[in-house]
C-alpha cells in the first residue's frame, strides 16, 4: 500500500507539472502575437481645385487584412474635402491616392476606387468613396501607412488635395517580407476570407495556446484515471 501511495503521488506531481507547461505555453503563444496598431487621424487637405483653393479636414482611416503575400490597404474619408460648382452626375467623378510608407519601409502606395455612385449636387461636399491597394512588404518590421495626395479626376478637370498639417500615420503593420507579413491592421476592415487582421490573429494564437492547455489538461486526467485504475 505504501508503494502504491508513492507512486500516486508521484503521478500527481507529474500531471501538475504537465498543466503548468501546457499553461506556459499557451501564455508564450500569446506573448508572441504580432502587434498592429491602427487610429483615426485628421488630415487637413489643401486643394487646388480648377475654381481656386480650398481646404478642408477630414477624418482618415486607414485598415489592413492579410490576403496573399501582402495586405489588402483600405482608406476611408469621414468627410467630403472638396466641392464641384456644377452637379457632378452619376460615374462623373474618380478618386485616388497615395499613402506613404515609413518606419521600416518607404515610398508610396497607391489606392484606387470607383466613380461616385450618385449624383453629387453642385456645392455640395463630394464623398470620397473608399479606396484600396494591395502592399506587399519588402522589409520585415514596422511599417507605417499615412494619408498622402488626394487626386479627384472629374468633368475633364484634377483636383489635386495634399496633407497640410504633417498627419501621423493612420495605420502600423507588423510585417514580415516576402510572405505577406503575420499581422493585418485593426480598425473594422473585413475580409472575405477568415481575416489575419491583429485581433483576429491573437484569437487564432490564443486558441492555440488554448488547444495546448486544453492538451495538457486531457493528458493529466488520462495519467490520473489511469492510475486509480492501477490501484483499483
Known sequence: M??????YRTY??????????????????????PVAHAEVVDVEYNCKTPIGDKSAVSPIDIKGVESGDGY???????????S?????????MTPSATIVLGGADSGTLTVTGPANQEAIPANTPIKINDLSGTYTPKKTGKVDFTA???TIKALGTVTTCTPGNDPGPSLTLDVTAGSGGTSGGT???GGELPQTGPLDSVVALGTLG??????GAAGALWVTRRNQAVRR
Open 210 to 215: 488554448g488547444t495546448v492547455l486544453l492538451a
Open 2 to 7: 505504501w508503494g502504491a501511495e508513492v507512486s
Open 84 to 92: 464641384s460648382p456644377v452637379e457632378l452626375g452619376k460615374g462623373a
Open 12 to 33: 500527481q506531481k507529474r500531471t501538475a507539472a504537465l498543466a503548468s507547461l501546457a499553461a506556459l505555453a499557451g501564455s508564450a503563444v500569446l506573448m508572441a502575437a
Open 148 to 150: 498622402g495626395v488626394l
Open 187 to 189: 480598425g473594422g476592415s
Open 72 to 82: 489588402k490597404i483600405t482608406m476611408s474619408w469621414q468627410k467630403g474635402v472638396s
